[in-house]
Structure formats: C-alpha cells, structure tokens
C-alpha cells in the first residue's frame, strides 16, 4: 500500500494534478453531458451556458487579479445573447451577434471609464470572441437531428488527446513542447496524443458518424492541433496573469476554462468538418 501510495505521489507531483480527483469530476461531467444531450438537447445547452457563464466569470476575475479590469455583468450578457443567438439563429445568428456585441461592451467600457481603454477593449474583445464564440459552435453541434453523435465525437476527440498526453507525458516525457508557455506539456506527450485522437477519431467517424475511417483519422489530426493549441492559448493567458489556474471549482482541474480550453478550440474544427462533409456528401 505504501507503495501504492508513493506511486500515486509521484504521478500528482510529475503531472501537477491530483489524479483521483481529476478522475472524478471528469467522469462526472462526461455523465452530465450526456444525460442533458441524450435527454434533451435545450438541456444540453443550459449547461453549456452556464458552463460557459463560469469560465467567463473566471476570466475577468483573472483579469482584475492582473490589473484589468472589466464589467463582469456586461460580459455575461454578451455570452448569453451569442449563445442564444448560435442556439436559435445557427452559425448567421452567432456571428451576427459577435458582430453587434463586442462593439456594444466596447462602447460601454469607453463610457463607464476611458482609463486605460485599449487594455480593457481588448481583453474583453477576447473575452467575448474565446468564450462565446468559440463556445457557440458547441452548441451548433449539439444542434442538430445527429447531435448526441457530434457531441460524442467532439467528447472522444478531446478526451483522446487530454488523456493520452496526460499518460504520455507524465510516463515517458523528457522533452518540452513548449517550456516559456506550459512547461510540463511534453513532445511525448503530443506524440501519444496524436496516436491516440488519430485511432479514436478513424473509429467514431467509421462506426458512429458511418464515414470513411480515413476521413475521421485526418480529423483527428486537425484535432490534436486545435486541441493542443487551446490548451497552450489558455496557459499562455495564465503565465501572462500570473495565475496558477482559473479557479478552483473543479478539483484535480482548476477552474471551468482549465477543463474546457481545448474543448473551445476543437468545437469549431469538428462543426466545420461534419458540415464539409455533408455538404459534399463525403
């Protein structure tokens, strides 16, 4: 047992997480999602939203930690109108809505206070673009007659990649992918991530989606791009801020956006793919 316990010890510390915990909530919020998903969809998208209504609560404390400071009720505001927007108006209706909200908090921060104005315009220029329109395009999968799949092959993806070079990095990890940003993400660990999300994503496209596996193994290789750059994008923020993690609500992850920044990133990738490929009937 003691033994055991040294192991475990060992992994926590490599890794820079707790692994029981993390195993946990991960779990948890795979069972959430599909409960609401399978259920029903308007479900789903309650949860994103308020998903996403933390991860933005969650930036602008961030943000005021590092010295801007933003409207936190504006904020969630424009969140809630382009996820609506994306949920009833599809891929027009959200970018219709980015284009009409960002000018809209950028005119109130001028108004409420113009010190130090291109900062706080352009945090929350990003705010809004990372979190609600990244995370629309989660709800326009989920959207759909074959959203319980799409949401299930943006799930596998992810989970392919964050897993695998998790496992990869924290066993045979020797060398950084990227040390000045995340130093613990390892080119082992991509490598593992890689073979991983390849293999799962042949698989769900073959028997899942009923496409050509090659088709889902290509996607899967867009994905570890998408997947590793959201979670580099994310850390480079928390360098940048000084911040350890986003916060704690999660434990064994951080915070909403620590669990969700390569989710944010993939969404659009994998959306754009599934319409690519009905629309050519691939």
Known sequence: MSDFHSLNEAINAKAGRK????????????????LTISFAQILFAIFAWVALLLAARELTRAYKAGGVELPENAIAIAVTVLLASAWYGRVSGLAVATA???PNV?????????????????AAAFAIFYLAFLGGFILLLAHDKDGLARIFT????????????????????KHPLAPHIS????????????IATTIGSALVFQYSLGHS????AAIGLVAVVTAT????IESAVKRDLAIKDMGTILPGHGGILDRIDSVLFTGPAVWF???FIKHFNL
């Not at 692994?19 to 599909?34: D, R, Y």
């Open 106 to 122: 950028l005119v109130y921060i001028l108004f409420k206070n113009p010190k130090d104005f291109v900062r706080k315009s352009t």
């Open 183 to 194: 130093p613990k993400k390892t080119w082992e660990g991509l490598i593992g991530s890689v």
């Open 273 to 275: 793919a599934l319409e």
């Open 100 to 102: 009409i909200a960002i």
């Open 154 to 173: 943006l799930v596998v993806l992810v989970s392919c990649n964050d897993t695998f070079a998790y496992i990869f990095g924290v066993l045979l990890g």
């Open 229 to 232: 750059c959201g979670d580099l």
């Open 213 to 216: 596996w090659w088709i889902g």
């Open 19 to 34: 692994l029981g915990p993390s195993i946990l909530v991960s779990i948890s919020i795979l069972a959430v999602v599909f």
